[in-house]
């Protein structure tokens, strides 16, 4: 049996994790945008997917026990499935290429399962999988620095919006390898129920509010993004718009 803690924590990150679905479905309904020009779709996996294995969670689904340290395989599935696309939307909305945004979801990827095997092995090995997944979480943080900017500043009407995502990710995933270390799968300094409990709270932070920040600067994916805020009250513009769908 797990702590009452972990599982309220994980049934409290669930119900915050539905209300980021509730808010994709939100966008994809806005009337101010396009859904294709945001690729809002994606963005529905980002909270679906996280709620889902977030239930299973508190269920107590899927943990195993590895050097007498519980690891929850879900945590591990969902951030392989949903942190791809945290990343690899940020380069979207920055307008690079594709290959740079399956890149920088590759680096990702690998960040994570390298990071897995390291939790899953005991002594020096887990700090060798610590050191190259930290690895690649530095390549992803390059690329998010470094390479994205520079398209970025030719799509001025989705910089704004860049730049709330690149900090987010940039700097809220910090924590992750910070806690990791401190975590019983690394130095054992906050406990299992710490560890779980803040995770449920980082995990919620980086995902709920990430949609709400597209959802707050949607006109950037308004099919003139210019007017787009013109486009909201007046009338005019809209009844063209009318015309030309119509059309
Ligand atoms: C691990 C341990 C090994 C070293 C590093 C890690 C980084 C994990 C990160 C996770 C981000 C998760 C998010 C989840 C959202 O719900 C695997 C902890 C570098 C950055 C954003």
Redesign the pocket.
Known sequence: MAELAITVSYAISALGLLAGVGIVYALMQSDRVEASRGKFAWLFIIPGF?AFSYILMAAEIGVVTVGGNEVYLFRYL??IV??PL?VGYVGYVAGAPRKWIIGVGAADAL??SV?LA?TLATGLATWIG?AI??GF?VVLLAILYVVFPRYARENRERYRLFKVLQNHVGLL?LA??AL?VASPAGLGYVSAVGTAMVIAYI?LV??TPYVYFVWSDRACFAADPISADDAATDETIDADEAVTAAD
């Open positions: 996280a969902d951030w949903t942190t945290l960040m994570i990071g390291a610590f997944s930290g979480h995933w992750y390898p990791w995990d980086a995902k």
